[in-house]
């Protein structure tokens, strides 16, 4: 077999597993988890203060910078977040590649799977922690396939330069008015939005990157061509108008200053505050009042108690297989919390602390134990029952 022949069966199996990759794909990078009612996350307004904004407005240093074109890779939240660390750094050409790479290798310690796309959050949290290299350390090449374009192994070069290029921290916008802020302070907001809102032929989600706004809507850059995607004639890609009624979520800022930084700590100390034992994420919705006594039991306890179910949604209530009038549901006020047993010793320190600090509504199952607060004709007091 000659060498064009072979080279020629590769480029003919690299097709094949892209039109793979395509017929299975329901998203175009950007993964559909909503993070924006997460209580870890800073609002904009605890860290800026809102003022007079102009009607229209853009962030000159876009123009000093080149905008991606991912081509057919599902890596839209890479390039538009690594677009948005260039705006911070516009002296600089990072490597979209490293990015990726890093998202998913977080993704894979959480998931033990490989998937194409990532999160905007999980984006933001490897910007944070581990920066983002250069393309002189990390090349780029947008016309490989997904496993191709994360098969790679960082070098210790790449590592050290992309700790200079950290961001200190980042920021979630919830309206319109917190993004133009976010924009005028910080430069850009990275986005989610339903691809087919903008593009009829697509399907899926998208990130962009939002960087200025006018009377009609968002201006923002993108990072595939809005005819047609992947098209190799196409350097640069012009900016775009995002209509103010589509809908965007998972909108994130990147701040670089120590200041905000601090302002952005001193906000989380707020929130964690409220329990001695447990997290804001951890108390999501669940009803205070349960939390409370959940937060004696812990101490009386004095081991870990890990949640394993709070507050649910109908649908959520369903997949679990829950009562129709479960404590748990948002109807009743997310009054139920379900703590993890793993032994017998477990269960009845987690039962006799839940007992003293005034839990009169108790399920006992082979894996955890369920308290509640609710008191009403449809929920009894003072029983305990098995699973």
Not at 121 to 144: C, S
Not at 286 to 313: H, Q, W, Y
Not at 326 to 342: F, G
Request: hydrophobic content about 35%; glycine content about 4%.
């Amino acid at each position: 077999m000659t060498k064009e022949t072979l080279n020629k069966i590769i480029k003919i199996l690299t097709w094949l597993l892209r039109i793979t990759e395509y017929l299975k794909k329901t998203n175009y990078g950007a993964l559909d988890e909503k993070q924006d009612d997460d209580p870890r996350n800073v609002p904009v307004s605890a860290i800026v203060k809102s003022s007079k904004l102009p009607s229209e407005y853009i962030n000159p240093d876009v123009f000093k910078t080149e905008a991606y074109n991912q081509k057919r890779l599902g890596i839209c939240v890479a390039t538009a977040q690594t677009s948005q660390m260039e705006l911070l750094y516009p002296d600089k050409d990072f490597s979209v590649r490293f990015s990726y790479r890093m998202a998913k290798y977080i993704d894979y310690l959480k998931y033990k799977r490989n998937f194409e796309g990532t999160w905007g959050h999980t984006m933001a949290r490897v910007h944070k922690d581990y920066g983002v290299a250069t393309t002189k350390t990390r090349p780029e090449n947008f016309d490989l396939p997904h496993w191709l374009y994360i098969k790679f192994n960082f070098t210790k070069q790449e590592i050290a330069e992309a700790k200079k290029y950290k961001i200190k921290g980042y920021v979630w916008a919830y309206t319109d008015d917190e993004i133009k802020l976010a924009i005028k302070k910080y430069g850009s907001v990275s986005t989610t939005i339903q691809a087919k809102s903008m593009w009829n032929n697509a399907k899926g989600n998208h990130r962009i990157l939002l960087v200025g706004w006018n009377k009609r809507g968002f201006i923002f850059q993108n990072s595939w061509d809005e005819v047609k995607r992947g098209d190799k004639e196409r350097k640069e890609q012009e900016l775009l108008e995002l209509p103010y009624s589509v809908k965007k979520w998972n909108s994130i800022a990147y701040i670089k200053s120590d200041a905000d930084k601090k302002k952005i700590d001193n906000h989380i100390k707020k929130v964690e505050k409220k329990y001695k034992y447990f997290s804001a994420y951890e108390a999501k919705n669940i009803n205070p009042k349960t939390m409370e006594m959940l937060d004696k039991a812990r101490g009386f306890a004095g081991i870990p108690f890990v949640i394993t179910s709070g507050c649910r949604t109908i649908q959520k209530n369903k997949q679990v297989g829950g009562k129709i009038d479960s404590c748990h549901l948002e109807k009743n006020k997310c009054s139920a919390v379900d703590i993890r047993v793993r032994n017998s010793q477990e269960r009845w320190k987690i039962v006799n602390a839940g007992i003293k600090a005034g839990f009169t509504r108790i399920g006992i199952a082979e894996t955890f134990v369920h308290f509640d607060s609710c008191k009403d004709t449809r929920h009894p007091d003072k029983v305990i029952w098995t699973y």
